[in-house]
């Protein structure tokens, strides 16, 4: 009854105060508190630095028997414990980095409700033997964070989680709450129907981030783009630089290093020590930047990273907004920079034309790289953008660079027609490179080698400089006209969508091409 659930608000309340010293429950954490605290299943969504460690802690701490946790973070466990063991709270985790005795020791207490939360790997919650002593404790919820990685879509896929369903089967009773800072539509639906949660109540919280400014420029020299906006942007500042390849990653901090940033690497193929103390040292130092691949981040909590810059393009909208909502998680303002050009865009078609996965999966790739490509080519806020990804709606919001300084659009009919024209001409045999030498009017030796001197086409877009024309290109394979074949020397081709172009029955309006402009400030060391 009504007097029930406002002295069950009461006592989280007290929980949040004396436990936790925190005035005031935040967002829907009071909502979703009370919901699984009274037995109910939910399913949490809600940004990196929302809050979700509390959703099911203080549960856990007002229902009676031990909360389990079940989290792929092997590593951060020891962390949470501790973090709790300072507060007051009698938490243990199990895995595989624990000695028999300690195991023993922990689940003893298991047993006989000696703590209030478990934490435990998803590969350990599965076998027999916790199975086992989890029936033979009394259970007061289960809280299955990072629940996105039971997705076979998504990049942190963990098979282990797809056998969380057996929960509900062995322990109907005990109230489960799966969490996640990442979930579009489609991933929602699959969390809640792979983990047996679609009776489950929902909570979905806003994803935007106010404090962090999106701004996406066009690649020139990217890594000089990034030195410059580093130390015009951020001079002392931490923050992290995501680049594709391991490679790029060691390079990449070696050229940050030599111009006076102080950056380390991080990355799946270093040495496994070294990475951890690259990453222990990211933590606890400030005025330091982690140059790494997607390898590095899931669960890190700095509050003070002040920039997160892609100096390749992410797979997907999940991935972009998981990795820079890793900036400004203390509130304050933050950028979220990333150069992306023609060159992003081939590479990224490649990877998913080349990688193993069968049909169905590369059009669900496919379509996540579309949606990043309308994130980058927009002509509209890039927040409204990227939040309408999510399901939520909102206006332009002030804080990104579209909004700051609208780009420039023009009706790009003629150009398009010109690149098509040419893409034609050379019987749709050339990769880009000298597509544009084509239309450029370029004198080079392959030019004369295959006479396309004498093209119509040849020269008829020397008005445009080559980044320019990359630009279009780029543009123009976004938005499906044109099509690069990997299986022939990235050839560009032509798709169906470009004939009512060529035609002119369709026009085509393009983002006009900005020059990289050299950010300037007055304080900056000469
Ligand atoms: P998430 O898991 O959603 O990324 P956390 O649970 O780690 O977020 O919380 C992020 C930060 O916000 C932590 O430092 C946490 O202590 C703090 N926090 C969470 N809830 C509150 C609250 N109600 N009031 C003040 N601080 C809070
Ligand atoms: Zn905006």
Known sequence: GETRASELQERALHVL????????????????????????????????????????????LLRDGVGVVISPLIALMQDQVDALAEVGVRAAFLNSTQTFEETLRIERLVRTGEIDLVYVAPERLMTQRCLDLFESAHISLFA??????????????????????????????????ALTATADQLTRAEIAQRLQLEEARQFVSSFDRPNIRYSIVEKGNGRKQLLDFISSEHPGDSGIVYCLSRKKVEETAEFLNEHGIRSLPYHAGMDHALRASNQSRFLREENIVMVATIAFGMGIDKPDVRFVCHLDLPKSLEGYYQETGRAGRDGAPSNAWMAYGLQDVVLQRRMIDESEADENFKRVLSSKLDAMLGLCETLSCRRMRL?????????????????????????????????LSAIYRVDQRFAAGHVIDVLRGAQTERITQWHHDRLTVYGVGA?????????????????????????????????????????????????????PVKQKRADRPA
């Open 463 to 515: 008005d445009r400089g080559e980044q320019e024309w990359r630009a279009i290109v780029r543009q123009a394979i976004s938005l499906g006209l044109v099509t690069v074949d990997h299986e022939s020397y990235s050839s560009l081709k032509l798709t169906d969508a470009a004939r009512p172009v060529l035609k002119g029955e369709q026009k085509v309006q393009l983002r006009q091409y900005q020059k």
């Open 144 to 177: 299955i964070d990072e629940a996105h990685c039971v997705s076979q879509w998504g990049h942190d896929f963990r098979p282990e989680y797809i056998r969380l369903s057996i929960l509900h089967e062995r322990f109907p009773h005990v109230p489960r709450i």
């Open 17 to 60: 105060e004396t436990v936790f010293g925190y005035p005031a429950f935040r967002g829907q954490q009071a909502d979703i508190v009370e919901h699984v605290a009274s037995g109910g299943d939910a399913l949490v969504l809600m940004p990196t630095g929302g809050g979700k460690s509390l959703c099911y802690q203080i549960p856990a």
């Open 387 to 419: 939040l309408e990804y999510f399901g939520e709606r909102s206006g332009p919001c002030g804080n990104c660079d579209t909004c700051l300084m609208p780009p420039v659009s023009f009706d790009a009919t003629v150009p398009v027609q010109k690149l």
